[in-house]
């Protein structure tokens, strides 16, 4: 025995090899939001009306406002309280989102190992999880849009209001959910009924935040189970864990239902499959001719094909964890593309897991390699870690931070004039909520429709106690206000600030109308 130990003492621990997955994967991360940032999707990550709500929450709380939330059926629970934490840090509102970014991408990491497997029971299982975040990136990294509709569906992770924690929350599941079956959850011990508890907790969490995951993971999954079902009787008990998770979601949103302004009935139509159906040819259609737009959809559908290849190779060899796993990379998207058109939708951030599921089947890919693989030496592999870490932290680091510090001369006009003002304006949503995120005190801009109606969308609802205001805020997107009897633009003064423009009615108050939504 003592004259194998020289051979083995460059080779690396278990948990080296962890800790390296985990900084090559930093590296990714910090990589794939610096693309981001440094492109003109970084409208998204940083200016955005959406993608301020999350940022609103977090400086509400901190302020000490009373706390009466108009949401839409997405609660964003986790993102809210992972902004709150990194918020702590002191590092702005574009820094703070930026790290969140990153945060997110390594949370997709950790999801991904997961789902890749356990060591002892999977081949390689560090590189199958690093070679699907390293595939996400390079998608992530090609898109461009400025466009929230735009087909661009890898970048939305990075941002802390499209979804991001049920995105990880799905590929969680689907971790799990291979973890037991690995483990063989039949054999009735107490430690076979922790996977499946774990399983439900998270569909109970990520229902109650975000619904969607129910279409997105419970269904397809509870598919995927019934199949393997047929010759494995604990795959029924993971299956009834997830459905009942996800009704324990939905039960405990109720209590939350003064929260959710907008349940999301309204945006299923059926009738209306088929402008569906042409909504998203549509928008696949652009991001073909989009710059690297062929290159994303074939590098896909790829991943699709390779999908179906491992699980049918993988259900061969009896390897039922993980061919569960590269089926979620076919079924996923087949499940939720076709349900979304069915159901008459119209919201690219709808299909998502048509693009994150089929990473699902890149980590399991080395379950296919041969058996015998190269062990990890520790000195190249540390070399290639630290190297991949420094060029990331040094390529990367510097065009984040520009991106995140350049000045908007013109954001900074408004929120100068408002603070100093020391009155309360008002403007619409696509125009009122950056500035609005940047004040110190968000109060002290109020979200109205062009009717000067309090518009209680993704907003705080204390705001409009403040019950008038004194001047207004416009820009390009702001359709024209229709003002009160005997009031008109021509009665304030217009104070120029780039893009926006600020009307001051001095001391003429404009009462804010009833709320809506």
Known sequence: ????????????????????????AAAIAITVVAAVASSSRSELLFRDGDSMVTTLV???LTIGQAQDWAMSSVLFLPEIAMLWLLSLLGLGVNGTLALAGAVNVLALYGALRIAA???????????????ALAAFGLLAAGEWSPSRDALELASLLVTTTYYSATVVGVVLAVGLTRRALDRDVSRGTRAGWVAPVALGLVAA???????????????????????????????????GALVAGSIVGYVARIPLAELIANTGAGYIDPSQWLASLEYYG?????????????????????????????????ARRRDVGAAVVAACGWVMPLVVTVGAVALGTHAARYLQPALFAPLLGLA????????????????????????AVAA????GIPPLVASATAPDRDLQCVVQWTEDSGRTGAGQFWT????????ADPRRLVQVDHQLRGYAWLVNRDDFAVGEVSFLVTDAQSPAFDLPVGVSMADAELIPCGRYTIADFGDRPLPIGPLRS
Do not use: C, Q, Y
Request: hydrophobic residues 60%.
């Open 364 to 387: 399991v890919l080395p379950s296919l390699l041969p058996e015998r693989l190269p062990a990890t030496r520790a000195v190249p592999a540390i070399g290639a870690a630290a190297l």
């Open 1 to 24: 025995m003592s004259g194998s130990e020289p051979g083995r003492r460059d080779v690396l621990p278990h948990w080296a090899r962890e800790l390296l997955g985990w900084a090559l």
């Open 117 to 131: 497997g356990s060591a002892p029971r999977a081949r390689a299982p560090i590189a199958g999880a690093l070679l």
């Open 58 to 60: 977090v400086h509400s």
């Open 392 to 395: 990331a932290v040094g390529l």
């Open 432 to 439: 009122i909520r950056l500035p609005k995120t940047h004040l």
């Open 205 to 239: 969490a990520s229902v109650l935040t975000n619904p969607l995951f129910a279409a997105w993971a419970t269904v397809p999954l509870v598919i995927v189970l019934a199949v393997v079902g047929a010759r494995r009787r604990d795959a029924w008990r993971l299956a």
């Open 282 to 314: 549509t928008l696949l259609a652009e991001r073909w001719v989009a710059p690297w737009g062929a290159a994303s959809i074939t590098a896909v559908v790829l991943l699709w094909s390779l999908s179906i290849a491992a699980t049918v190779l993988l």
